[in-house]
């Protein structure tokens, strides 16, 4: 299987999509590029302009390649700003701050809305005149914490949260989060899964609803998961891999090691 750098410029060849490598495969058979968000490595290839010339190409996607002319045909470099604690920060050339952490998560934020981030957190004095990467830090952290600060909301009295996956649609001003949330009972060893759909809406109307599609699903026990019904809830209420879209992705993250992302199985081992 032939392997990605970031910045390479690939072609989808399941979806008809040209993208940008954003994080390259770690060993499990995923990619992640700026036009399919996570997809399996062995669908992809390097962008070939007469053998993709009928594939689809977003206008940001687009724009970064021709910046990026000079460097490589199959190849968008963007310039390194440095690390923050486990932050990776790189600025695109078509003008996205690129936040990636340790568990292989990134943001991809207009360089424009990341401006008007950066104000406002200047506005609550929470990082100085000068320090730009530690607003950039301090959004990463807010995201990890509004994880927790959401399972907070919805465990059950001898639970405690275990593990948790995501999949999303975004497309402008609006964003679609499917959140689950795996919940271990202390006391029976008993899983239990809870599904809640978050609806953000920015510009006009803007706002954030909530909505709980799956609550007592229990799902096996600490010593006997019910791994196939878990993806089959995941499957039911996540949403479909296109370019606005992303289903629950086959790792789930780790609440108590910094969310890093890990096999399901392994999780629960160390319960």
Do not use: C
């Amino acid at each position: 299987m032939e392997e990605f750098k970031v910045g390479d410029v690939v072609a989808n060849t399941k979806t008809k999509w040209v993208g940008i490598v954003r994080i390259a495969d770690d060993g499990h058979g995923e990619t992640k590029t700026d036009a399919d968000g996570n997809t399996y490595t062995k669908y992809l290839e390097l962008y070939n302009p007469e053998k993709h010339i009928n594939y689809h190409i977003a206008p940001s996607t687009k724009k970064e390649m021709e910046q990026s002319k000079g460097n490589s045909n199959n190849s968008v470099s963007g310039k390194y700003l440095g690390t923050v604690g486990n932050i990776s920060i790189e600025l695109a050339p078509a003008g996205f701050v690129v936040l990636s952490n340790k568990s292989g998560d990134t943001i991809n934020i207009e360089k424009d809305k990341f401006k008007e981030m950066i104000k406002l957190l200047k506005t609550k004095n929470v990082i100085s005149t000068e320090n730009i990467t530690e607003g950039i830090l301090h959004l990463i952290n807010e995201q990890s914490r509004s994880s927790d600060d959401l399972a907070k909301k919805y465990i059950f009295i001898d639970e405690r949260f275990v593990a948790y996956n995501e999949s999303y649609w975004q497309w402008e001003y609006d964003t679609d989060l499917i959140h689950a949330f795996l919940f271990l009972n202390e006391s029976t060893g008993i899983l239990r899964l809870q599904l809640v759909r978050e609806h953000i809406k920015s510009g006009l109307g803007a706002g954030t609803q909530f909505e709980v599609l799956e609550q007592d699903i229990k799902v096996g026990n600490i010593k006997s998961p019910k791994l196939a019904l878990i993806r089959g809830y995941l499957k039911k209420h996540g949403h479909d891999r296109t370019r606005a879209g992303q289903p629950f992705p086959k790792l789930w993250q780790n609440p108590n090691r910094d969310y890093e992302k890990q096999d399901l199985k392994l999780i629960l081992m160390e319960q």
